[in-house]
């Protein structure tokens, strides 16, 4: 079940909401959402008392964004544990909300196994619940200081790849806090910059349809002091031949063992117009984005989203997935079929960087991306 609330304001500043934290009422462990769908627009809380109501959360876009999946599921896990629900079927059933970003099934499949291992040593499920509870509890920390090494990595790398002076970064979908236990990936990279002076411009695609760009990275970056401007995805173009992007920062979903990159659908043209146009295409992503058991691009699951998203426009609400029609504001004929993937894939050739938290990879190959995994698996961070 989920509740829906929308912030006071009176015990601490809105903006001091966190995209997911763990609570413990006298009613028994909640799991709080701030509801990306409802910004920039309002900060509303949701809070998920079983798996279902999160999973609901997921498909609908109210907690959302690679890392903040991963951290989402461990902590779903926690909760069916803690109330004493199925923690295997609700470990499938979070698994599975979407198929794109790994680090979902990777944050279930950690607080399962330390729910399973915990339960096999001593049998009992309230030591089992705790178990999987600080897993994700870990997984949250691990995060935060992954996205510290990734600003610094990232911002080293810009160093070494651009002329001194201020940077014009473009990026795309959104990145920062709201995607993360930290200050997020590409995002906290461009923060990084700002804060020591090498940021002149962050340029911020609107992302269609669901607008992750304007709705959120513009919040971020307004939050943060950024300078920012805002452009539609199909001007990014332009803005390219004028000469005006020194560089693309963006996030990723799912990095193939190739290389291949999933990102939110138009990150694969931006990886186009930099090539052509010589601007460095950098990827920042912690190292559980990164799927050795995906071979290559073409095995990456794309999630195909409902054609409602694309024939009406309803931001700042996100419609419920799943549903005939979002109730949004038609602005193509009735009946009317969509394309709506949710991703596009970039091929390793086209990526001139991946940086993690554990290093930089360039060129990105399979080789090395291999090598990087092997080494993050010596090196505990956080
Ligand atoms: C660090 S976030 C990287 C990606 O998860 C992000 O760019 C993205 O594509 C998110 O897509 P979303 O569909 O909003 O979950």
């Not at 619940?129 to 897993?135: I, M, N, P, S």
């Not at 990014?236 to 963006?250: H, K, M, N, P, R």
Request: net charge negative; aromatic share 4%; glycine share 10%.
């Amino acid at each position: 079940m989920a509740d829906q609330y929308a912030h006071s304001g009176e015990d601490k500043r809105p903006t001091d909401i966190p995209a997911i934290r763990w609570e413990e009422p006298p009613e028994g462990p909640v799991l709080v959402l701030l509801d990306q769908t409802r910004l920039p627009a309002e900060e509303v809380e949701l809070v998920c008392t079983d798996a279902p109501a999160l999973v609901e959360a997921i498909r609908s876009l109210a907690v959302r964004g690679a890392p903040l999946l991963g951290i989402a599921g461990a902590y779903g896990v926690a909760l069916a544990a803690v109330r004493g629900f199925d923690v295997d079927d609700a470990a499938s059933a979070l698994a599975s909300a979407r198929p794109t970003a790994v680090n979902l099934a990777v944050g279930v499949r950690r607080a399962h196994a330390a729910y399973q291992a915990a339960l096999g040593k001593s049998g009992d499920p309230g030591e089992a619940a705790g178990a999987a509870l600080e897993a994700a509890r870990r997984l949250h920390r691990e995060d935060a200081e992954a996205s510290a090494r990734m600003a610094e990595h990232g911002l080293a790398l810009l160093d070494e790849l651009l002329p001194a002076g201020g940077h014009r970064i473009l990026t795309h979908c959104n990145t920062g806090s709201l995607v993360s236990g930290g200050e997020g990936t590409a995002f906290a990279v461009a923060l990084a910059a700002h804060r020591t002076g090498r940021l002149r411009r962050l340029w911020v695609d609107e992302t269609r349809p669901l607008l992750q760009g304007a709705r959120l990275t513009a919040y971020e970056a307004a939050r943060s002091g950024i300078p920012y401007t805002l452009l539609t995805d199909n001007a990014a173009g332009s803005l390219f031949a004028a000469g005006e992007v020194d560089a693309v920062l963006i996030g990723a979903d799912r990095i193939a063992a190739d290389g291949s990159v999933a990102n939110k659908v138009g990150s694969y043209p931006l990886a186009v117009l930099a090539r052509y146009h010589h601007v460095p295409f950098v990827v920042v992503a912690p190292v559980t984005t990164i799927d050795p058991d995906t071979p290559d691009g073409a095995s990456i699951e794309v999630e195909q989203r409902p054609g409602h998203e694309v024939t009406e426009v309803t931001a700042p609400q996100v419609p419920v997935a799943g549903t005939e029609a979002g109730g949004g504001i038609p602005v193509a004929p009735l009946g009317t079929q969509a394309y709506n993937p949710a991703f596009d894939v970039t091929p390793p050739e086209m990526v001139t960087a991946i940086v993690t938290e554990h290093g930089v990879v360039s060129p990105v190959t399979s080789e090395a991306l291999a090598e990087l995994c092997a080494r993050s698996r010596d090196v505990t961070i956080g």
